[in-house]
């Protein structure tokens, strides 16, 4: 048989996956935090007709003959790289302005994710499944916790002295006074976050909480019904060496894997140990992260992939045509 045929089918194959990615990519045009794909190429193995030979005394060298069997697929990488931004104007949808990954679980909400504060790594995730998202979208369910719009509880800080108590449900708060320069993140351990009802004032009088708030550092602010302001918690998030190494799991979320690195969590606010959280970028409340799929782009590779395809199309019905010539010698 005829290498060509081969390579041909090694072509069609390698393209019509890069069709399949270009789909899905703009299918998810219009997806909250969404980071497209591209799909990279490399030949296969080379047979040597023969091999290269050095010069001589009456002779120069000789390269080798090689010709390639086909295409495979290298690599199929995710693009980190940041959407654009998409006012709301609803207070709970935040915007994640750098690198950083909001930390979501499934697991009951009483549970805590220990932490080790020397290096901000976790220690200790048993008591839930954590996975990473840019999909900021946020609400409260009927209880005041904290979700994604897939019902994943968001993970976050609890202020100091303690002020959320995650072990009732409805969660319960004391009074943090937010305008304290000295209000600080308890950051031992990462707990499911919650805005309550209600959260006794000063004075220890129960009172309505009327807004909230969420800041740049992903500090979230209650205003209660007499005026003053209650530090309810702080979400956090996560950084990692190679963002582009975790595995898309669906549903806008992604999971750690061995190539993505441990994930380092920033630390909270105004803490006694090293403050790494400037490199984490700002949450800008009120905002959506769009998809990063350039249409433009898009759309051209996928004239050349859909050419390619054709091409390689042509040189299997050009091999067909010459094995046809081949048979057709003796009649």
Do not use: C, W
Request: aromatic residues 4%.
């Amino acid at each position: 048989m005829l290498r060509s045929l081969y390579a041909g089918i090694s072509g069609m194959k390698v393209n019509q996956q890069k069709l399949d990615i270009i789909a899905n990519n703009i299918a998810n045009v219009g997806t909250t935090a969404f980071k497209s794909s591209r799909i990279r190429f490399e030949d296969m193995v080379s047979q040597s007709m023969s091999d290269a030979s050095k010069s001589s005394t009456n002779t120069g060298g000789v390269n080798s003959k090689q010709i390639g069997l086909g295409v495979q697929v290298a690599g199929i990488d995710t693009m980190v790289g940041q959407g654009m931004m998409q006012p709301t104007s609803r207070t709970l949808d935040v915007a994640v302005d750098g690198e950083g990954y909001l930390m979501v679980a499934k697991g009951a909400v009483g549970g805590e994710v220990s932490l080790d504060t020397t290096t901000n790594t976790i220690t200790d995730a048993s008591a839930f499944q954590i996975a990473y998202t840019r999909d900021g979208a946020l609400s409260l369910d009927d209880n005041g916790h904290l979700l994604t719009s897939d019902g994943q509880r968001v993970l976050g800080y609890g202020m100091s002295p303690a002020s959320l108590d995650n072990t009732t449900d409805p969660a319960t708060a004391t009074f943090v006074d937010a305008n304290l320069a000295t209000t600080a993140a308890d950051d031992t351990k990462l707990i499911p976050l919650s805005i309550p009802e209600t959260i006794p004032n000063a004075a220890g009088v129960a009172q309505k909480v009327k807004t909230y708030s969420i800041d740049k550092d992903g500090s979230i602010k209650a205003v209660l019904a007499d005026g003053s302001v209650a530090a309810v918690g702080q979400i956090a998030m996560a950084s990692f060496k190679n963002p582009a190494g975790l595995s898309k799991t669906g549903k806008n979320e992604y999971i750690q894997t061995s190539n993505s690195g441990q994930p380092i969590v920033r630390s909270g606010l105004n803490t006694t140990n090293p403050d790494n959280s400037k490199g984490y970028g700002d949450m800008l409340s009120g905002m959506l992260e769009m998809s990063n799929v350039d249409l433009a782009e898009q759309f051209t590779d996928m004239i050349v992939a859909s050419r390619a395809f054709q091409a390689m199309g042509k040189t299997i019905t050009t091999g067909d045509e010459i094995l046809q010539d081949i048979i057709g010698l003796k009649r």
